[in-house]
């Protein structure tokens, strides 16, 4: 799971959703003015990360526990895997 910021330019607000890949949409509702709200980099994916880190980790084979350590390793597995890179 991935924390999205969407940006308001009607009341100049951020709305934050936390979903897939998958599920992430262009537009959202504004949390603060109901207004249409676009997904925007995060500034705050580290804050996160530790969560979907750990989510990648679990779901290798238990023999090769280790592989992911750092960025740099999710770096190279998730291109390895084709998955599409963020922030
Ligand atoms: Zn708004």
Redesign the pocket.
């Known amino acids: 799971m991935i924390l999205y910021e969407h940006y308001?330019a009607?009341?100049?607000?951020i709305?934050e959703e936390v979903c897939s890949m998958d599920e992430r949409k262009q537009f959202i509702m504004?949390?603060?003015?109901?207004?249409s709200?676009e997904r925007i980099i995060s500034s705050q994916i580290e804050r996160v990360e530790p969560t979907w880190l750990n989510d990648a980790k679990r779901q290798l084979q238990p023999d090769s526990r280790g592989y992911i350590n750092d960025r740099n390793d999710l770096n190279a597995h998730m291109k390895k895997e084709g998955i599409e890179q963020i922030g």
């Open positions: 308001c009607q009341c100049d607000g709305t504004c949390d603060h003015c109901g207004g709200a």
